[in-house]
């Protein structure tokens, strides 16, 4: 069975400041990872996703994240933190082949500082 | 990609009653799945729904309590059953659509 490990709870960083969340998955095959968002009160919205391929995926509001195979991590990025990215971010994990449960981390929630 | 209409969007329910929540697709789908978010938690996975066939639950939940209906291919219900405090989450449906998973807006439910 697949599992999803996000290891910060709870992270605080400036705005303008550059932003990493850490994800950790564990899949005996290629997985599709999943990076989703959730502000407050609202449901949630796709960030990107890896199928295969390249393993730099770009999304939406200026994130990026890496899929490294050999650290079973896809880590999420962003390079300048802006106050409405204030939010709670889930990364999860589905089989490699759809159609499946998607598991998801526990969360991080990311607070903003000007 | 599909679109998943989920209503109720929110209600607040007395304990000991039942909330039924639907979730229709814009598309034909195989698989609907139901997931809870308790308060300050992340999404748990109640069952997978395909259609013609019994639900299959996830450990921790059971069909008594969360009964689930998939007449068609773009239709589904979740029902919460007996409901108490412990009960409020939201509840959401979501799809496979063979570029990502969608999901619902979500419902809210309170139990009081």
């Known amino acids: 069975a697949q599992s999803v490990t996000q290891p910060d709870i709870h992270i605080t960083v400036s705005e303008g400041a550059s932003l990493e969340l850490r994800c950790n998955y564990s899949?005996?095959?290629?997985?599709?990872l999943f990076w989703y968002v959730q502000s407050p009160g609202q449901g949630l919205q796709l960030l990107l996703k890896?199928?295969?391929?390249?393993?730099l995926v770009q999304g939406i509001k200026g994130f990026e994240a890496e899929f490294k195979r050999s650290q079973s991590s896809f880590n999420l990025r962003k390079p300048s933190v802006h106050w409405s990215d204030a939010a709670e971010y889930f990364c999860a994990v589905a089989p490699g082949r759809g159609n499946e449960k998607l598991t998801f981390g526990t969360g991080t929630r990311l607070t903003i500082i000007p | 990609s599909a679109v998943i209409s989920q209503k109720p969007s929110r209600d607040i329910c007395q304990r000991g009653t039942s909330l039924t929540i639907q979730c229709q697709v814009d598309s034909q789908v195989t698989m609907m799945f139901w997931y809870r978010q308790q308060p300050g938690q992340s999404l748990t996975l109640i069952a997978t729904?395909?259609?013609?066939?019994?639900?299959?639950?996830e450990s921790g939940f059971v069909i008594d309590k969360f009964p689930i209906s998939r007449p068609n291919l773009t239709f589904s219900t979740l029902t919460v059953s007996n409901m108490s405090p412990e009960d409020s989450s939201i509840y959401l449906c979501?799809?496979?659509?063979?570029?990502?998973?969608?999901f619902g807006s979500g419902t809210r439910l309170t139990v009081v």
């Open positions: 899949y005996g095959a290629t997985p599709y």
């Open positions: 890896y199928f295969s391929g390249d393993t």
């Open positions: 729904a395909n259609q013609g066939s019994e639900a299959t639950y």
């Open positions: 979501s799809v496979w659509t063979g570029l990502g998973y969608t």
